[in-house]
């Protein structure tokens, strides 16, 4: 357990799921979980702010906070990844968009394709409406 926390950061409910079948009854693995969490060797605020930091630069708010709910983390710890993040979202939808397109859409049919990637992104639609109407504001 602790070679996977070597590895990368992990959220109580990952390591939950990953080393149930294994552990001899679920009260001993949550005494070992307990035990770690104690010494400081896991921790969801550590967790959710690793993946908020390694996820951000590609995927929107939304997104990320879909993926700290899935991993079980609690939600005052997801909403405090989420707030650092959120201050810098217009900037990160900026570069996600100019790293795979770079140019302004030609036509509506691209301008839409470019919309619904950002979406699958998880970037807000209110943000990315201001960001393409700025966008033709500057052609």
Known sequence: MVSALARREHSRHELEQKFLPLAESAQAL????DS???HGLLSDARFAQSLARSRGARFGVRRIAFELQNKGVAEHHAAAAIDQLSQTESDRLREVWQKKFGSAPESFEQAARQQRFLQQRGFSSSLIRDFF???SRHR
């Open 133 to 135: 109407r700025a966008l």
């Open 30 to 33: 949550a005494e070992i979980l």
């Open 36 to 38: 770690l969490q104690q």
